[in-house]
């Protein structure tokens, strides 16, 4: 039981920021696509942190150091995020912040 818990972490995808004038987050809009076959998971969330400036929040030690074997065409950035975790016991959660109130 402990080994399920030692390689299960969540990884926070904060979509939008404090400004109500920011509706909608790159990473809610754009597509992923590219050959990503041996890189691991780590360089994937790296990867998808910085070119759809999507906020990801993980803990770098509970990641598993697994190579994916995936490739995108214009996979929307949500579904890619969630076949790279598949299996590897990492999960995400999407957070909205209401700037309305």
């Known amino acids: 039981m402990a080994v399920f818990y030692k390689f299960t ?8 920021c404090l400004s109500p004038a920011r509706a909608q987050s790159p990473a809610t809009s754009d597509a ?3 050959d990503f076959r041996g ?12 070119k759809y400036q999507a906020t990801l ?7 598993p150091s697994l190579e994916v074997q995936l490739q995108f065409k214009d996979t929307p950035f949500f ?3 969630g076949d790279i975790l598949s299996g590897s016991g ?8 209401d700037g309305s109130r």
């Open 9 to 16: 972490c969540c990884c926070i995808v904060f979509l939008g």
């Open 32 to 34: 992923v696509s590219g």
């Open 39 to 50: 890189v691991t998971i780590m360089e994937m969330l790296t990867y998808l942190k910085n």
């Open 57 to 63: 929040y993980f803990d770098p030690a509970e990641v």
């Open 79 to 81: 579904e890619a995020l």
């Open 90 to 97: 990492l999960v995400y959660a999407q957070l909205a912040v």
